[in-house]
């Protein structure tokens, strides 16, 4: 098969996937956005995504990002990118212009810096604050006991445009009360949305309120490895 093809038939089935996990947790299914995780992969494999019918992509690097897409949303238009990386704050000013969604603001000096290149630039990506539910000290996310305290700033000292939150669950734990965890604290807060889920585990999340679901393996495959600095866009060599 080619790439289009195989990349095709993989949405067809995570489509279906999400779709029946909706039923099951009596949800419409229009009310799970698909974020497809192109990270480490190149432009022929997101543009097979795009060709069927894919819009919301996702990325980790800023670097990475600015190879790939700009050439790609000036073609499509529609196409929504997700921050779902930890952001440096030098890289701010380059995320706010680029991405149309961050989802790892966890930490006030980001915050700070963030509201600074909103005002500065005009432009305002949707934003979730990333909470690390498991308190894993590898792992980027505002500690669970600071969560309130800091959505609370986002929303009130910076008048951040915050849409809801993100979290990824411990590899080695049952998800489900990871998913639970920031459903309840997204009501807390009146925020709407909730990213949570990828390719092991989205079908749980989905049946605890996920209203948007980052899978990139089960779209695109395993992920080719790179080399250190490289970007794989032959485009833009």
């Not at 459903?183 to 079908?203: I, K, N, T, V």
């Amino acid at each position: 098969m080619s790439e289009r093809s195989t990349v095709a038939a993989a949405l067809a089935s995570v489509r279906s996937r999400i779709a029946l996990a909706c039923t099951r947790a009596g949800r419409d299914p229009s009310s799970v956005t698909l974020v497809a995780v192109s990270k480490t992969h190149g432009v022929p494999a997101v543009e097979a995504a795009i060709a069927a019918g894919q819009r919301h992509f996702g990325e980790n690097r800023v670097q990475e990002a600015q190879a790939k897409y700009p050439a790609l949303k000036a073609a499509h238009r529609g196409l929504r990118l997700h921050l779902i990386g930890p952001l440096q704050t030098n890289k701010a000013a380059a995320a706010v212009a680029l991405f149309d969604v961050i989802e790892t603001l966890d930490r006030p000096r980001l915050a700070e810096v963030i509201a600074r290149e909103i005002a500065r630039q005009k432009r305002a990506p949707d934003l979730f604050v990333q909470v690390n539910t498991g308190d894993e000290p590898q792992k980027a996310g505002i500690p669970r006991e600071e969560a309130d305290a800091f959505i609370h700033q986002c929303l009130d000292m910076w008048d951040l445009p915050v849409r809801g939150l993100m979290c990824i669950p411990p590899v080695d734990e049952d998800p489900a009360p990871h998913f639970a965890w920031l459903a309840a604290c997204a009501h807390r807060h009146g925020l709407g949305l909730l990213s949570m889920g990828m390719s092991a585990d989205f079908e749980t999340a989905i049946a605890h309120g996920a209203t948007h679901v980052r899978l990139g393996t089960a779209i695109f495959g395993a992920r080719p490895p790179v080399e250190a600095g490289q970007i794989r866009n032959p485009a833009a060599r």
